[in-house]
Structures are given as structure tokens and as C-alpha cells.
């Protein structure tokens, strides 16, 4: 007998027919001697236009009146699916978050789920029952209802296959799993058929949208198997599982990409101590994250150019903190340039292979390709390399670390 | 300092203005004396979205499940209008049923409101708050979500001013109030400024549209005044009150009318004991509520017609059922009219003025209007008449007993 919890995202949901389709998928799987959990977010567009109402009604829209709103999409969600599933012959009922409880704590529209009862749950489970839990919601410990921030029904679902101690958790979405790179930009990526939290967690963070970066983490806390699968195709999908679970037979698992990212160079900065303090202080202060950083010492030893990268969107405050500083650091010129893309190889498997840096390097020099900055950590590889090359450096790596 | 409960309508909570502009005239009202408690419908179309949804998902869709999905209507408007409120300065949050509780009994879609928490409000009350709580929704003892059946949010409002000991109730709509009769039928409509429970309930029940009935019982019951008025106009608009504050100048008070009815006559009917019971037992053992009932007896007393009204959409079932039972009751021929309509004149001021009855038919007789049946209460008079003659009853009747 296994234990089972179920994620189903907003495109899975997001008419009448699919939630009609995806009851008869959820039938499909229940056998006699399996539990399942259900875990639904809100059906898709539901929760921008709620939004979209709250800004109608004000820019500071109480935060937790928000929760109060937002909450309605995953209720109508689990309310529909629930009886979809009883108009199929199944048992089922919705299990709002105040009747479970599940408990938050933390700030409203960013809480965190800590607690959750399951007594009633486990009951209904073993009556042959399918609960439908919504999503991304919970209560405070004084009851009022509370969000976890958006696109945190995944963290829901991983939580609640803690607190019931499920076998593993599927997060049903509308891919079929995750790839070695975008399928979109390179006609050869490749589904992954497993991949461990900490690669997934790099490529989350390196611009690969597969799920939220805090439910990778919950599960990886507490060593819960994640399978991501498409609700619109039977094929297995991605499983997410730990090191020990993983055998590593490439160096390199996957390649991300992020075309959010700007430089900016500092020419002809003075090189005396605690000049690089004096220039990201003011970044640091203004919660504006640097990502990579260069500096080129000059022939003589008396100057320095300063080059780091940012999101793009933070570009034009980063140059107005700069040109604050200028005279404090005496810089000569403030260059940047926002047609720049970060491409990163990922792989848990690099810890054990030898070469792998002077490999990528390598296949990029090969292909005319100028770096522009380098960041590393234990299992990924990232560089800056001009944004019309994004699509090229992909394709070389992918085939040079034979992911094709 | 009084303390009352305002309760607005789906028409006034329509639109993000609309909702805006509640909140300005809740906190207009506000003063530092005043309590107030607010109730709220679903934004109007939302609830008939939602039933759509549930109907297109299945055609028993589970009642439980159906008051999880409603619930969310009136949930929304409670944090858009409590957004708002705090948006413009007030002290202000919802309260979901739940988190107050307001328990209910009885089935689910059909649940009657009968128990209230109050401590948490009435300190929220104390600190100058306006909660918002949703309409029409409560929970049962098991803590599922309940509703109390369309329309259930005048009554909701009653039994929070009952509760909370409100001393009165305002239900805020789209009309100024009630009116002698239709204005839409009868230019010479006019807005009845105190009326009583009775005859709001006569009112309500022959065809005048204005509050619920339930809640207008919980309120007689309860001995809570009344105001129902517009969203849209600062006029005074009609208070429901116990008999006790009303003096009655006028015999007549209002006008009502329906045109839901249809008239089934059998003729010949052999006229032995038992035989009406044989015509009305199949009736009534298919939920077809019979109106008015006349019998004629024929000269030689041998044989009678029978003559009954029933509302127009069950005519076809009851026609059927008298099919089945010819035979066995024996009568000559059946003979059905759905273009009647059915004329009230309603009145606590009845009880103490002789002669009414004769004016009303008077009246009709002096304008060669034919009645064709007549039921009375204490505080009314029905007379069937064709349909294409309301119009016409209505202005004679309205001119005769002195509302024009």
C-alpha cells in the first residue's frame, strides 16, 4: 500500500472539461490499497484577476484581507474537483485549510506552513476517501486565513506529504517533465528522467521554471521523492529524489539559461583597500542582489576596472547608486550593457569529474564565444555571454556534454 | 449610541465602484456613538457563475460541496468591501462564518441560521472596528460551510441583529422601498413609508419582490425593526415594524400581484364523501401546492364542478395526474386556464374595517372585470381574474382604496 499526494497546478484546472478529466485521472489511480491526497491550486487566470480586482479597490490593499481573497480561488478549485470525483461513483470531499487546520506562521501572503492536523484526514483515507486539499492557503495561529506566496501550492503539496507521511508526492502540471534545456530554444533537450534537489534547485534559481524553489526545499529537508508529470500525457516524468537515490552517469544533468541579467563596468577605479565595500554597500542597502563580479587589475597596479551583473530591472537604480559614489570612489567612466544572458551547466556529478570547467570554457572559445563573467558553485557552472549568443553557447554545451 | 446591522445586496455590491462607494456611505454613517455591523451579498451575477459552473461539472452536483463553492461569493465581497474600508481610514476586517462561528442546523443549500458567537465582534465593535461578515452562510456543527437557500442574506442580517441585539436592521437594495404596488404596472405606485411584518409576508408571498421571507419571520419573531432602502439614494425608504408601531389610517395597505397561476377545472364531477380528497390526494403527494378551490354544485345536486388554482409551471404535471385518476373519481371533462392572474389587496388595517370585501368586488364588478376565484386571510383578499385584466384591477383597486 502506498501513500500518495497529488499536486495539480492552474492550467490543469483551468476549465470545466479539465477538471472533469483530471477526476477521471485521479479515479484511474485510486486502487483499493492506495491513499490518495489531493492538493489543487486555483484554476489558471483565477488568482491574477482577483488581484487585479484588489488593485482596483486599493494600492495598499490590506495584506490580510489579500489572504482572505486569494483563498477563494483554491476553495472553488477543491470544491469542484470534489464533486466531479462523487459525480464519477468516487468518495471525496474538500478539506478547507481552517478544518484540517493547517497552521502558518509568519507575515500574511508570504506565511509558512509549520502544522498541520491529521486525525480527520487519516480517517477519511482509510474509508476509501479522496481529500481535495486547496492549495497555497492556511490559517494563523489566531485563525485568519493566511498565503504562502505565489505559485506555493507545490509547497503545499510537499508539506502536506510530510505531515502524512506520504511514500512520494506527484506535482501534475502541464509539461512533462523537466528537461536538459529548454525545450523551446534547442530542439534536442532531452526530458531528465531523475535529478537530484540540489540540481533542481540550481536550475530553478538559473531561470528553468519547474517548480517553486521553496517546495524543492521541504522535500529535500525531509527526503520526499517529487515525480513531476504532465496531467495531459501518460508518459513518467522527472522524479526529483535524493543524492544517495541518484547514480551520476553525467558530469553535466542540464543547461539553464536567464536573459534577465545586466553588466555594469566601473572604469579606471583608484585600487586602494575597501574600495570594493564602498561600491556594493550602497547595492547591498537598496536590496539590489550582485550576482557575478570581475575585476581586471591594470598594468601599472594603481587602477582597476570594476565589472559585476544585476537583474536587469534593477539597471537604472544601480546606475544612479554608482553615479552617487562617484566622487567618493573617483572612478574615470560607468559603462553597461543589458544584452547580456547568463548560461550555467548543472550537474551533481561534476563534484566527481575532473575538467569539467576547462571543457566548457573550452567548446565556448571554440565557437567564437566571448565570456564576459564566470560564477561557480559546487555543482553548476555559470557564464555571462552576449545575449545573441544565448542560443548557440545552449547548443554546444548540450552536444559537447552529451545531453543531445 | 445605537448599534445596527446593515446588510447591502449583490446589486449594490455589483461593481469595484459600486463596492467603493458602499464603503463611503458605511463610513459616512460611522459615527463614535455607533455601532455597526455590515452583512454582504455575493457581487451580483457571481453566484448564478458559480451554480453554472457546478451544473456544467454535474447534474447532482453534492450539497455539500455546492455551499463550499457559494460560500466563496460572499467571501470575496466581504474582503473587497472590508479592503476598502480600510482603504479609506476605517478600522475594519471580515469575519468568515467560521471564525465567528455562525452555526447552523438543518440540510445543506436549506440551513437555518440558529446560534452566534459574539464575543470577538462585540470587543472588535468596542475598538471602533466595522466588521464585515458574509451573507447567507454559516456552518454546521461539524464545521462544514452551509448556506441558507437564494436570497439568504436578509435573513443572515436578522439573525446577526438578533444576536448582537442590534437595535435595527438595514437592507440595503436597489429600490427606495415598498411600494403600494408595482410602479413598473402602475404609474400611481407609491412608496409606503411603515408597513407590518404580516403584510410584508402577504406582500412577499403574492408576487411583490422585496426581502425574503424567512427573514422577514426571524424579525417578527425577534421584534427587530426594519429599513429597507436604496444603496443609491438618500431617501428614507419603508420600515418593517411589529403591529404595535403602526396606527392604520388605511384599510389597505399595498397591491400585489402574480401572474405564476393556472386553473385546472373538472367538470361533472360525481359529488359523493371523499371525493375532493381523492382530487387533492395526488396533488399533494407531488409537492403541488394547491391555491384556490371552488366547487359549484349543480341544480339536481347530483354532480359538481371542480375548480382549483396551481402555480402555471406545474399545470402540465397536475393535468397528468387528473388524467389518472378519471376513471377513478368519474368526471365528464377536465378544462385548464393559464392566462389567469391572481389581484391581492393586503391590509392589517382590515381587521378593524367592515366592508372591504364588498368594495373589492364592487370595484371589479363596476369595471366588468370577472372573478373567477377568491381566497381570504385576515389581512388579505386574492380574487382570480384573466391576465389580461391585472392592469386594469390594479388601477381601480389602487384608486378605490385610496393609495393613488
Given at each position: 500500500m502506498a501513500r500518495v499526494v497529488i499536486k495539480f497546478g492552474g492550467t490543469s484546472l483551468g476549465s470545466i472539461e479539465k477538471i472533469t478529466n483530471v477526476a477521471s485521472l485521479i479515479k484511474k489511480k485510486k486502487t483499493n490499497n492506495d491513499e490518495i491526497i489531493v492538493v489543487v491550486s486555483a484554476m489558471a487566470g483565477q488568482t491574477n484577476d482577483l488581484i487585479e480586482k484588489s488593485k482596483k479597490i486599493s494600492k495598499n490593499y490590506d495584506k490580510a484581507e489579500l489572504d482572505v481573497l486569494l483563498a477563494t480561488?483554491?476553495?472553488?478549485?477543491?470544491?469542484?474537483?470534489s464533486a466531479a470525483l462523487i459525480d464519477q461513483g468516487c468518495k471525496s470531499r474538500s478539506w478547507l485549510s481552517w478544518q484540517i487546520p493547517i497552521i502558518t506562521?509568519?507575515?500574511?501572503?508570504?506565511?509558512?506552513?509549520?502544522?498541520?492536523?491529521?486525525?480527520?484526514?487519516s480517517k477519511f483515507l482509510k474509508s476509501g476517501g479522496i481529500p481535495i486539499i486547496p492549495g497555497f492557503q492556511g490559517v494563523s495561529n489566531i485563525f485568519r486565513l493566511?498565503?504562502?506566496?505565489?505559485?506555493?501550492?507545490?509547497?503545499?503539496?510537499v508539506a502536506i506529504a510530510k505531515f502524512f507521511d506520504?511514500?512520494?508526492?506527484?506535482?501534475?502540471?502541464d509539461v512533462e517533465g523537466v528537461y536538459t534545456t529548454n525545450p523551446n530554444m534547442h530542439s534536442q533537450a532531452k526530458k531528465i528522467d531523475k535529478i537530484s534537489y540540489e540540481e533542481i534547485l540550481e536550475m530553478a534559481s538559473l531561470g528553468t521554471k519547474i517548480m517553486q524553489a521553496s517546495a524543492v526545499q521541504?522535500?529535500?529537508?525531509?527526503?520526499?521523492?517529487?515525480?513531476?508529470?504532465?496531467?495531459?500525457?501518460?508518459?513518467?516524468?522527472?522524479?526529483?529524489?535524493?543524492?544517495?537515490?541518484?547514480?551520476?552517469?553525467?558530469s553535466v544533468t542540464g543547461i539553464?539559461?536567464?536573459?534577465?541579467?545586466?553588466?555594469?563596468?566601473?572604469?579606471?577605479?583608484?585600487?586602494?583597500?575597501?574600495?570594493?565595500?564602498?561600491?556594493?554597500?550602497?547595492l547591498g542597502q537598496n536590496d539590489i542582489n550582485v550576482d557575478m563580479v570581475i575585476q581586471n587589475i591594470s598594468p601599472d597596479g594603481k587602477e582597476t576596472d570594476v565589472t559585476f551583473t544585476i537583474k536587469r530591472d534593477q539597471l537604472d537604480q544601480s546606475i544612479k547608486l554608482m553615479n552617487d559614489i562617484k566622487t567618493k570612489i573617483n572612478y574615470k567612466k560607468l559603462v553597461y550593457d543589458d544584452k547580456v544572458a547568463k548560461v550555467s551547466i548543472i550537474g551533481a556529478g561534476m563534484i566527481v569529474s575532473p575538467g569539467i570547467t576547462y571543457k566548457m570554457f573550452k567548446s565556448l572559445a571554440d565557437a567564437n564565444i566571448n565570456i564576459i563573467a564566470i560564477s561557480t558553485s559546487e555543482i553548476k557552472i555559470s557564464v555571462l555571454v552576449n545575449e545573441e549568443k544565448t542560443s548557440e553557447a545552449i547548443k554546444i554545451l548540450h552536444k559537447n556534454f552529451n545531453l543531445d
Amino acid at each position: 500500500m502506498a501513500r500518495v499526494v497529488i499536486k495539480f497546478g492552474g492550467t490543469s484546472l483551468g476549465s470545466i472539461e479539465k477538471i472533469t478529466n483530471v477526476a477521471s485521472l485521479i479515479k484511474k489511480k485510486k486502487t483499493n490499497n492506495d491513499e490518495i491526497i489531493v492538493v489543487v491550486s486555483a484554476m489558471a487566470g483565477q488568482t491574477n484577476d482577483l488581484i487585479e480586482k484588489s488593485k482596483k479597490i486599493s494600492k495598499n490593499y490590506d495584506k490580510a484581507e489579500l489572504d482572505v481573497l486569494l483563498a477563494t480561488g483554491e476553495q472553488m478549485s477543491s470544491s469542484l474537483l470534489s464533486a466531479a470525483l462523487i459525480d464519477q461513483g468516487c468518495k471525496s470531499r474538500s478539506w478547507l485549510s481552517w478544518q484540517i487546520p493547517i497552521i502558518t506562521e509568519g507575515p500574511h501572503n508570504a506565511s509558512r506552513i509549520y502544522r498541520s492536523n491529521t486525525d480527520e484526514i487519516s480517517k477519511f483515507l482509510k474509508s476509501g476517501g479522496i481529500p481535495i486539499i486547496p492549495g497555497f492557503q492556511g490559517v494563523s495561529n489566531i485563525f485568519r486565513l493566511t498565503t504562502i506566496g505565489r505559485g506555493g501550492s507545490d509547497a503545499s503539496a510537499v508539506a502536506i506529504a510530510k505531515f502524512f507521511d506520504a511514500d512520494f508526492c506527484e506535482i501534475y502540471t502541464d509539461v512533462e517533465g523537466v528537461y536538459t534545456t529548454n525545450p523551446n530554444m534547442h530542439s534536442q533537450a532531452k526530458k531528465i528522467d531523475k535529478i537530484s534537489y540540489e540540481e533542481i534547485l540550481e536550475m530553478a534559481s538559473l531561470g528553468t521554471k519547474i517548480m517553486q524553489a521553496s517546495a524543492v526545499q521541504i522535500a529535500m529537508l525531509n527526503n520526499i521523492s517529487i515525480h513531476v508529470r504532465s496531467t495531459f500525457s501518460e508518459k513518467e516524468g522527472t522524479k526529483i529524489l535524493p543524492d544517495a537515490k541518484l547514480d551520476y552517469e553525467k558530469s553535466v544533468t542540464g543547461i539553464s539559461f536567464s536573459k534577465n541579467d545586466a553588466k555594469v563596468t566601473l572604469i579606471g577605479v583608484k585600487d586602494r583597500p575597501g574600495v570594493a565595500a564602498k561600491i556594493f554597500e550602497p547595492l547591498g542597502q537598496n536590496d539590489i542582489n550582485v550576482d557575478m563580479v570581475i575585476q581586471n587589475i591594470s598594468p601599472d597596479g594603481k587602477e582597476t576596472d570594476v565589472t559585476f551583473t544585476i537583474k536587469r530591472d534593477q539597471l537604472d537604480q544601480s546606475i544612479k547608486l554608482m553615479n552617487d559614489i562617484k566622487t567618493k570612489i573617483n572612478y574615470k567612466k560607468l559603462v553597461y550593457d543589458d544584452k547580456v544572458a547568463k548560461v550555467s551547466i548543472i550537474g551533481a556529478g561534476m563534484i566527481v569529474s575532473p575538467g569539467i570547467t576547462y571543457k566548457m570554457f573550452k567548446s565556448l572559445a571554440d565557437a567564437n564565444i566571448n565570456i564576459i563573467a564566470i560564477s561557480t558553485s559546487e555543482i553548476k557552472i555559470s557564464v555571462l555571454v552576449n545575449e545573441e549568443k544565448t542560443s548557440e553557447a545552449i547548443k554546444i554545451l548540450h552536444k559537447n556534454f552529451n545531453l543531445d
